[in-house]
């Protein structure tokens, strides 16, 4: 390895190191309780070090929130690989989505709750024209038309659908998280029926 390939590397891990001491002082304080003299702490270095490798508390905040949300993106893309109709697709696409959103249950809550202009920024998907702006959106709206199966219904539909069935689901994992001595089997069933009560109502409008 060369010296450059090295301190590459070094730049790299240290970035890394400081995103995730943002990330658990996010989950445990929340995204408004966030300084970097709280990052500079917690992994011992001075806020000069924090801010040579990132501009502001902002700036950290953006790629965290560019970090979770590409690992949405990269969620419903491997579901989009599988082989299935659209109904199978979309089905797992929203299975998946929630059982990752419970496994990061205290950081998804603090962000996702956030209504800061910084946060919502990246978190807002209910204005209109998300579905170009918003790549899970984006995706979601592509599975209700391959679904509807060139019935003719206008962008603007698809994409009200998608926003509504989005705020649903969201409802849904908050609830689970704030409950969460729920048991499994109940967690389940009120998982799959949230998804089946979605799709039956998109087969009905089909």
């Not at 190191?17 to 929340?30: H, M, P, S, V, Y």
């Not at 893309?77 to 797992?92: I, L, R």
């Not at 918003?134 to 060139?150: E, H, T, V, W």
């Not at 704030?178 to 979605?198: G, T």
Request: hydrophobic share 35%; aromatic share 8%.
């Amino acid at each position: 390895m060369s010296i450059k390939e090295r301190k590459e590397r070094e730049r790299d891990e240290r970035r890394e190191l400081i995103l995730n001491a943002a990330n658990e002082i996010i989950k445990t304080e929340g995204i408004d309780n966030l300084s970097i003299r709280k990052i500079a702490n917690k992994i011992e270095y001075s806020p000069t070090i924090i801010y040579y490798y990132f501009n502001s508390k902002d700036d950290i905040i953006k790629h965290l929130m560019k970090r979770g949300y590409q690992k949405i993106i990269s969620l419903l893309s491997s579901v989009q690989e599988t082989t299935g109709d659209a109904k199978q697709k979309f089905e797992e696409s929203i299975r998946k989505y929630i059982y990752m959103a419970l496994q990061i249950a205290d950081e998804y809550k603090a962000v996702l709750l956030n209504s800061s202009p910084g946060v919502l920024e990246h978190t807002s998907v209910l204005f209109k024209g998300a579905s170009s702006k918003r790549q899970a959106i984006g995706m979601l709206c592509q599975y209700l038309k391959d679904i509807y199966n060139n019935k003719s219904i206008d962008d603007t539909q698809i994409e009200l659908t998608a926003q509504v069935i989005w705020t649903s689901t969201f409802g849904l994992i908050i609830r689970l998280i704030i409950e969460k001595d729920i048991d499994e089997a109940q967690k389940k069933k009120l998982i799959d029926h949230h998804i089946n009560f979605i799709v039956n109502g998109l087969l009905v409008q089909r």
